[in-house]
């Protein structure tokens, strides 16, 4: 439709786009609503992109795909009441994560606020703790200020979610000319202090056994390229976490794997094992440490975060390095080649030996192993592709297999472990990484919750490759009824799921079926030739179980390999 | 514990007390003022100190936040 050129006068509508422009957003998620009608009304005809999803919950989980695959920060938007609470778990999960999302919401009238009016909710009640920062903006020539001002604390120190909630009266009022500037960001980066740096710098001279770990902080491209500057000059074997993965140089022999629950076997016996534990920006999840008093309770914790607030917070810092990744580490390597630089490459070596192959159950005749299948994935999938999941076993067979360039390849929800989340997170990465292959591996159950967005995908030929691995279960829950609650599986089993094909034939997207090894990897072959969005169904063993694992709240020693070991 | 709070957003003295019952302390003594700009409030929180450490770290985290505009 050819937009309308009647004039109108500017609103508050325009002040919310004017900030964005200003920040240079190209792209956002949204879905309209009574309250956030102004804003939708400036964005008519604005060369602004707008993506309409079918759920607001997939467009926070887009905005958060998006800035997870690119670094900047994604933007989405809805309406008041249900609009804004469909938001929440995509906020919290940037949160947890990290992760620099901007919200914009409609409001009730401001007139009507504390009436229980119409699609009213106190979204910035609900979100104060769920995000770094809320505002309700009641002036208009405070629209732009206070966006501008959230893309400033979202990118800050550590990036996060800010919401920024606008009663739909302020967004209708007149345009104010003289909107107040935003105030001044102070330099929200932390630098560790020199004595800090000297003393890790003299416990890793003086360690027999050290091991690195990167984690989420470890994401920025400068910080990724200052870790694997650290390993390679010490020989040190190193692991990360499941949102650091990619930090390390897949091609460093003494990268040991993903660290935790479903970490692998050498990584959880050579932390275990180091004297000396350097972490950066990591903060101990109980995946990562399990119990928390046996995770590494003799050796030198060297950790490093751009949050203080983590230091202590689950596992002691023997020696704190209060600032930004990059900086630290590489002042760290610094100070390092100063004097004695040490070496670790036996170690290293033994670390590797620790491991051995991946564990994993064989499936029965005839059926698909999800692992088997995930392996010949990732040696076909394109080298520079990105790759989303969502929650689950799969999640976590992908985390063990893959091996990204960047830990921006490698895009999943960590802390909060959001099902739903893989596939709208593809169609965010999608629009941040143009031209580039984009996966969402997603489960049978995590898939339905977004499955609608095929629509959105339909409408704007979004180019993301839907991998669906179908085990018809709820797997991980399922894996969990298997071994700690006597094999009563409650709720688990979706045995009637429908024929993905063919709801992915009724949007126009082209689909792949796989039903067994037999033509697995033909099958593959014709959807990754696919030019254009596509799904490939994969009809897996529901039997297979994640190996390794060490039970929540374990202990190393309690890492199991299969069902009875 | 004592805490003296000082921050631009009112709102952040409810969040500290909602964030005190989650951690399993109580606020026992409040005191709050705010102008235009500024909010102060001295706190007093009563509960098991591992997660009075906890409750000091995450409201340090909050003011953080706070801080970064000039």
């Known amino acids: ?565 | 514990m004592t805490y003296h709070l000082v921050v631009g957003d009112p709102r952040t003295v409810a969040r500290v007390i909602n964030m005190a019952h989650r951690f399993q302390c109580r606020a026992t003594r409040v005191d709050s003022r705010s102008t235009d700009d500024v909010t102060t409030a001295d706190f007093e929180f009563a509960g098991p100190q591992e997660q009075l450490d906890r409750l000091r770290a995450q409201i340090d985290r909050i003011v953080q936040f706070e801080k970064i505009f000039v």
């Open chain 1, 1 to 565: 439709m050819i937009p309308s050129i009647v004039p109108r006068p500017k609103t508050g509508g325009d002040a919310v786009l004017e900030a964005l422009e200003r920040e240079g957003v190209e792209v956002i998620f949204g879905y309209p609503g009574g309250t956030i009608m102004p804003f939708y009304d400036a964005l008519y005809g604005h060369p602004m992109r707008h993506i309409l999803v079918r759920h607001e919950a997939a467009a926070v989980f887009a905005a958060g795909g998006f800035a997870r695959t690119s670094g900047r920060v994604g933007v989405c938007c809805a309406t008041s009441g249900p609009g804004a609470t469909n938001l929440i778990t995509g906020l919290v999960d940037a949160m947890m994560d990290s992760i620099p999302v901007v919200a914009i919401t409609g409001q009730v009238r401001t007139g009507l606020m504390g009436t229980d009016g119409f699609q009213e909710a106190d979204v910035c009640a609900i979100t104060q703790c769920t995000t770094k920062a809320s505002w309700l903006v009641t002036d208009p020539a405070q629209i732009y200020t206070k966006v501008r001002e959230a893309f400033a604390l979202a990118r800050s120190g550590r990036p996060g979610p800010v919401l920024v909630d606008i009663p739909t009266d302020v967004l209708k009022a007149a345009y104010v000319d003289h909107q107040a500037p935003p105030r001044k960001v102070r330099d929200a980066k932390p630098v560790a202090t020199r004595e800090s740096i000297a003393a890790a710098a003299e416990a890793i001279r003086n360690a027999h056994r050290p091991v690195a770990i990167a984690g989420g902080g470890a994401r920025d491209p400068k910080a990724v390229a200052a870790f694997r500057r650290l390993t390679s000059l010490l020989g040190l074997p190193h692991t990360t976490t499941i949102v650091g993965l990619g930090a390390s140089d897949p091609a460093d022999p003494h990268g040991l794997g993903m660290l935790g629950m479903h970490g692998t076997k050498a990584a959880n016996l050579t932390v275990k094992s180091a004297d000396v534990v350097m972490v950066f920006g990591m903060r101990f999840d109980d995946r990562v440490t399990g119990r928390p008093d046996r995770f590494v309770p003799d050796a030198t914790v060297i950790h490093n975060d751009i949050d203080a607030t983590e230091f202590d917070k689950i596992i002691p810092a023997s020696i704190a390095l209060h600032g930004d990744s990059a900086d630290t580490i590489n002042a760290l390597c610094d100070e390092l080649m100063k004097g004695h630089v040490p070496r670790f490459d036996d170690w290293a070596i033994q670390a590797k030996a620790m491991g051995g192959p991946l564990a994993r159950d064989v499936a029965k005749d005839g059926h698909l192993s999800a692992t088997d299948f995930l392996d010949t994935f990732f040696a076909a999938m394109p080298p520079d592709a990105v790759v989303c999941t969502d929650v689950g076993q799969h999640q976590m067979w992908a985390a063990q297999r893959i091996r990204p360039q960047t830990p921006r390849d490698f895009c999943t929800s960590a802390g909060l472990g959001s099902m739903g989340f893989g596939f709208p997170s593809a169609i965010g990465a999608c629009f941040a990484n143009p031209g580039r292959h984009v996966f969402a591996i997603c489960g049978d159950g995590g898939f339905q919750m977004t499955m609608p967005e095929l629509a959105t995908v339909k409408r704007y030929q979004v180019p993301v490759k839907i991998v669906l691995i179908d085990n018809r279960n709820l797997g991980m829950v399922r894996q969990w009824q298997e071994l700690f609650y006597d094999e009563r599986y409650s709720a688990t089993n979706l045995s009637d799921n429908p024929d993905f094909c063919t709801i992915a034939s009724a949007y126009d997207i082209a689909s792949f079926r796989i039903e067994g090894p037999a033509d697995a990897e033909a099958t593959l072959a014709s959807f990754l030739a696919h030019t254009g969005p596509a799904l490939l169904h994969v009809s897996c063993y529901p039997d297979e179980l994640v190996w390794p694992m060490i039970p929540s709240g374990g202990v190393v020693e309690d890492l199991m390999e299969s069902k009875t070991a």
